[in-house]
């Protein structure tokens, strides 16, 4: 991971920790612990959008660890017939640090 990067998606998960809790505490006092208007959703929301931006950049910068790591869980858990169990996944996944949606989304902006 960059450090630019890191540094960014580190500033945004604190800043999403920090709305969140503002979040509960005004969901708390103004709405009875109910679910009315919250003027953090909106900011919570863009939080969300930033970091998911600024993770996907990240891997697409980190392309080649990525892949290779992708490939080598992959290789693990393919069976002698060449095919992969699915129920595998959530295992591939921890594996090479990265979900199957991140996955497809990095190779499509990466244009491999």
């Known amino acids: 991971m960059t450090t630019t990067n890191n540094n960014s998606i580190i500033a945004i998960k604190a800043e999403l920790a920090d709305l969140t809790a503002r979040a509960r505490a ?3 006092t103004h709405n009875e612990g109910g679910y009315g208007y919250n003027p953090y ?4 929301e863009d939080a969300c ?8 950049a990240d891997y697409a910068a980190r392309w ?4 290779a790591a992708w490939n080598a869980a992959l290789a693990k858990y393919t069976n ?3 095919n ?6 959530p295992k591939i996944e921890a594996e090479a640090g990265i979900s199957l949606g991140d996955m497809k989304a990095v190779k ?3 244009g491999a």
């Open 80 to 82: 002698k017939d060449g």
């Open 49 to 56: 959008r930033r970091l998911r931006e600024a993770e996907l």
């Open 64 to 67: 080649p660890q990525i892949r």
């Open 41 to 44: 959703d909106a900011k919570i």
């Open 26 to 28: 005004h969901r708390n």
């Open 84 to 89: 992969i169990d699915m129920r595998n996944l």
């Open 108 to 110: 499509a902006m990466a």
